[in-house]
């Protein structure tokens, strides 16, 4: 098998499945409970994190939640409650994820204005542009760091400078929020000036259902869940403590020597894409072609995502050729039959219906190898020309 | 063990002539059948009525849908039993009628009365006043309206017995499965196919299934989607085999080798024929397609004939004549649909030409066939069947 959907979900590392394992049959006490059953349950929680606060910006301190969704969905809709009296307008782009995208709809439901900002063809939205919507109205930016479907690296960087910079000049109280949901374990995170940022463990391969929110320190959102008061009451409900404890571990693993996985990832990014140019005509990388190895090189991709149109093609197809061979892959397009399952991202990034269509993302982890690309290019070749062979009438 | 009583009416049974006691027979099988499930459960007919008693703690809605999924049921009602004095019939009526106060809040009500046994003394209007007074005197808040009544009580004097019963569930109507021989569905992932293949199970036949994909063209989850659409039919006919055949070698050459407008059609020709082998060779008399007259190109009446030529056995198409919204209705009514309007592509839909011919002539549809070896690849076709069992 070559897995190459590691942007959808990651295999999970065996060193965290072990820990899981054992945190569920033996340290299954109640954080919340005096006795020693319960403190040891409570150290999970404690080691699980520092030792991803270690891999954060200073002075925050990160929630636990049930994934990606609740961190993006608790970041906005907490901070829209507390500064719904500071103004309406909420900043944010048309390439997020939906867990994004949909809760600004219900925001806008409730009466919020919200701007998305439009991208370049590669994806990217130009820091120039959030510099521009920003005004004394503006309660929340939210920006991703990666995006999930090409790798671009969005400038989270200088866009939570320039809110620091306009909060501190007009005394304003504007959250920046990032979904780092792709590019946590990919790219460094420790120096972004963010007030909110959002991980999801699956994606950095830790347990399903895991995920955080980072939040500085100095801000106190209203409760998101209410309970018994876990999570310093803003995310009440007993603590997951095996899925804690694995998303700590996967964090710490995903993170050591990160920038000589990255630069493997890169190698491995590489040689498959100059081996699909060089082997198959009419193909288009979606995205930025260079790659970029921290969030300062914005503009560039992550190591981590490839997407490419493989013209007069239809993804799916492909997909579905691939996965014959033990490959798999992901489409830009839900179902081809219509275009209503067209992917938001690249329809924002101006392809047309027909080169969505045969977009294929391959998204890589620290586990493959240059030799499994050998294979997959050559896989990918066959299926390509067979499928231009036929034809298709659509 | 205690156990309720259900009446079981059925309905065209009923007039068969010389045949009768055959359908009879499959029938009870058949309700047998769907109340294997419980333990104790019982059924006989009684001078033309099924008796159906089941444990008590088997709650009545599911007793009941089991019932009116079997072909062949015209109705079915929850039902007591008293002995055959007018005074015992009143006590239990009033029983009966205090349950439903509580459970199905009636204000008024009315009495019909039967006699089928003529040896008893009150005659039928009398037994309807009679029982009617003493449960008005038993049941303080309720009164009689004869004319729009929220309940009418039937008590029925038979030879073994009273019988006391309120509304009919009605089932489907029809003949029991099995009593009209064998047919083989083609069946996509639509709306019509499936509506099809419950249409003709209702009249009693035996159903197969064939099912064509274009993997990978088309995707697993399209066949997982087509498995729960038989799963479902399968809730009223039991156990269902389906043929499962990759139509892409047929499709691709097709592609390669014939005029791009005929394309459906050629592959609906390809259809006819393998299904007809997976036919003969499964015992399955005749062929059934969701095919509604001037629904598609493929199915205007040109097309049907062009289709239908390529195969000696006859094709059933149950839903010809039907209007797409009601055969949709009928989808929502046997629970097809929401599985039906899941958006995977079938491999109807793959190859679509852009401007498919509408008024083919056979003799043109012939030529471009002659470019391909059509005995080998329906061959080959059938010889690559995959057979998958479906439980209900």
């Keep these: 098998m070559i897995y190459l959907d590691n942007s959808a979900t990651t295999r999970q590392y065996d060193e965290v499945t072990e820990l899981m394992y054992r945190a569920a049959k033996e340290n299954f006490g109640n954080p919340s409970s005096l006795h020693a059953l319960g403190f040891e349950a409570g150290n999970l929680l404690y080691d699980a994190r520092r030792q991803i606060e270690d891999l954060l910006p200073p002075a925050g301190n990160v929630i636990f939640t049930s994934g990606g969704t609740e961190s993006d969905n608790m970041a906005l809709l907490s901070s829209a409650r507390k500064l719904r009296r500071r103004g309406n307008k909420i900043i944010t782009t048309r390439v997020e994820h939906p867990a994004v995208l949909e809760t600004c709809r219900r925001l806008k439901e409730d009466g919020f204005e919200v701007v998305y900002l439009d991208v370049d063809v590669d994806g990217y939205v130009e820091e120039q542009a959030v510099k521009a919507a920003l005004d004394k109205n503006t309660i929340i930016v939210s920006i991703m760091a990666v995006n999930n479907e090409v790798g671009t690296i969005e400038p989270v960087i200088p866009v939570g400078r320039t809110v620091r910079e306009y909060n501190r000049k007009n005394g304003t109280d504007i959250m920046f929020h990032t979904d780092a949901v792709q590019a946590f374990g990919k790219l460094p995170m420790d120096d972004i000036d ?43 409900s007993t603590e997951n403590t095996p899925g804690i404890a694995g998303m700590g571990l996967a964090a710490e693993m995903a993170c050591a020597d990160l920038m000589m996985k990255s630069s493997r990832m890169g190698i491995v990014n590489n040689y498959l894409l100059n081996g699909l140019k060089s082997e198959i005509k009419d193909i288009v990388i979606n995205g930025p072609e260079e790659l970029g190895y921290t969030l300062h090189e914005h503009g560039k991709r992550c190591p981590g995502v490839l997407n490419v149109t493989f013209e007069g093609t239809r993804g799916e197809v492909l997909l579905h050729t691939l996965e014959q061979d033990g490959i798999y892959v992901s ?62 009438f659509r | 063990m205690e156990k309720n009583l259900y009446i079981v009416r059925c309905g065209e049974v009923a007039l068969k002539g010389m045949n009768k006691p055959y ?59 008293a002995p055959k004095d007018i005074n015992e019939i009143g006590k239990k009526a009033a029983e009966f009628m205090q349950k439903v ?36 005197k038993a049941c303080k808040v309720l009164s009689v309206d004869v004319h729009r009544p929220d309940c009418v009580l039937t008590v029925d004097v038979r030879r073994e017995g009273a019988y006391i019963f309120r509304d009919k569930v009605r089932g489907f109507g029809g003949l029991p499965l099995g009593t009209n021989g064998k047919g083989l569905i083609l ?26 994909h274009s993997y990978p063209y088309t995707s697993q989850r399209a066949q997982r989607k087509v498995e729960e659409l038989v799963r479902t039919l399968a809730g ?18 097709i592609v390669k080798n014939c005029p791009e407008d005929e394309t459906t059609l050629l592959v609906r020709r390809f259809m006819m024929r393998i ?25 205007t009446a040109e097309a049907l ?36 309007i899941q958006p995977y592509e079938d491999c109807c839909t793959v190859f679509l030409p852009k401007h498919p011919v509408t008024k083919p002539k056979k003799e043109r549809i012939e030529k471009s066939e002659s470019a391909l070896d059509v005995e080998t690849l329906v061959k080959n076709a059938v010889e690559s069947e995959e057979i998958v069992e479906i439980r209900p």
Excluded at chain 1, 204 to 228: D, E, N, Q, T, V
Excluded at chain 2, 237 to 249: A, E, K, Q, Y
Aim: charged share 25%; proline share 3%.
């Design chain 1, 194 to 236: 963010a007030d909110l940022i959002s991980a999801s463990a699956h994606k950095f391969h830790g347990p399903k259902g895991m995920g955080f929110l980072y939040m500085k320190k100095r801000h106190s959102l209203p409760a998101y869940i209410i309970g018994g008061g876990q999570e310093g009451g803003f995310r009440s």
């Design chain 1, 331 to 392: 489409t830009g397009s839900a179902c081809s039959s219509n275009k209503t399952g067209d992917s938001h991202v690249l329809q924002a990034m101006s392809m047309n219906h027909k080169e969505i269509e045969g977009a294929i993302r391959f998204s890589f982890s620290e586990f493959n190898t240059v030799e499994e690309m050998d294979h997959v290019i050559e896989r990918t070749k066959i299926a390509v020309e067979r499928f231009r062979r036929l034809g298709s």
């Design chain 2, 23 to 81: 359908f009879e027979r499959v029938l009870l099988e058949r309700v047998k059948n769907a109340l294997s499930c419980y333990e104790g459960a019982e059924a006989k007919w009684i001078e033309g009525l099924m008796f159906v008693r089941v444990p008590a703690d088997i709650p009545e809605d599911e007793v009941i849908s089991k019932c009116v999924r079997v072909f062949g049921v015209a109705s079915v009602s929850p039902a007591v039993e």
């Design chain 2, 101 to 136: 106060i509580d459970t199905d809040d009636i204000k008024t009500f009315k009495v019909k009365g039967k006699r089928a046994d003529k040896s008893f003394a009150i005659e039928s209007p009398e037994i309807a006043r009679q029982v009617g007074g003493m449960v008005l």
């Design chain 2, 187 to 212: 069946m996509s992932g639509g709306i019509d196919s499936p509506v099809a293949a419950f249409m003709m199970a209702k009249r009693g036949m035996s159903i197969e299934a064939v099912h064509f």
């Design chain 2, 236 to 253: 009223y006919m039991g156990t269902v085999r389906m043929h499962v055949i990759n139509l892409l070698p047929i499709q691709e050459e």
């Design chain 2, 275 to 299: 299904a007809e082998q997976i036919a003969v060779k499964n015992r399955c008399m005749m062929l059934i397609t969701g095919e509604d007259l001037g629904q598609v190109a493929s199915q």
């Design chain 2, 305 to 340: 004939v062009v289709t239908d030529s390529v195969v000696d056995m006859p094709v059933m198409r149950p839903l010809i004549a039907m209007d797409k919204v009601d055969i949709m209705d009928k989808a929502r009514e046997i629970g097809t649909y929401d599985i039906s």
